[in-house]
């Protein structure tokens, strides 16, 4: 049986928090759908109301518009990634062993899980990889952060910035250090699949040359700044 697991996300992304109802719940199942198969541009209100045989009207009661629907899949996912790094790292002491196990986490989110029945964890990642960067990529982005819509990818990263000052305290750059590690994890899957020239992953296991790639990059980095 699946287990309830919500998370509390800005409350200003919606009118209704999805999570708390039955209907709502499926319009995310849905919209994951529909997003990853039409992509976001393609993407409407009205289509996902014709694949939920539902009123568009309906829809409206919990989304604005569907970039408020984007940034709450995005904050979804920001606080799914940090909810299994917080999980599986609390047993660890060493530092660099939970920095390597937080970019594993982060590398294999994708991974279905029992823990929820209504979001499909690789499908949402799909739509991560290819759509989350136009969520803050926009020239309202500063008028958006004042209402704390980017909290979650700020608290994900805040999480490795601290793992990261644990291994060195002296290095100066943990937040950028963190923020390009989860970049670089979503954008090199997308190039190898996509734009192989701007990647050195082949398509044959990809993720566990990422995650060599990925730990390279880390600890290289890491290391090299002064103690």
Known sequence: MSLKLNFKLPEKLYL??????????RLLTHAIELINELGFEAFTFKKLGIRMESSEVSIYRYFENKHLLLLYLNCWYCEWVTYLIDMRTMNLNGPEEKLKRALHCM???????ELTDYINENTLFQIIMKESSKTYHISEVDEENKH???????TLIGQLADI???????FSYSKSLGSTLFEMINNQ??????????????TKNTLDQLEEMVNHFAYATIHYAPK
């Open 107 to 113: 590398i294999h989110a994708h991974i279905e899980s």
């Open 148 to 154: 704390g819509f980017f909290i979650p990818y700020k």
């Open 16 to 25: 209704k928090d999805p999570q708390d109802s039955k209907y709502g719940k």
């Open 189 to 202: 899957i997308y190039y190898a699949e996509h734009l192989p020239r701007l990647s050195s992953l082949s």
């Open 164 to 170: 990261i000052e644990e291994i060195n305290p002296k």
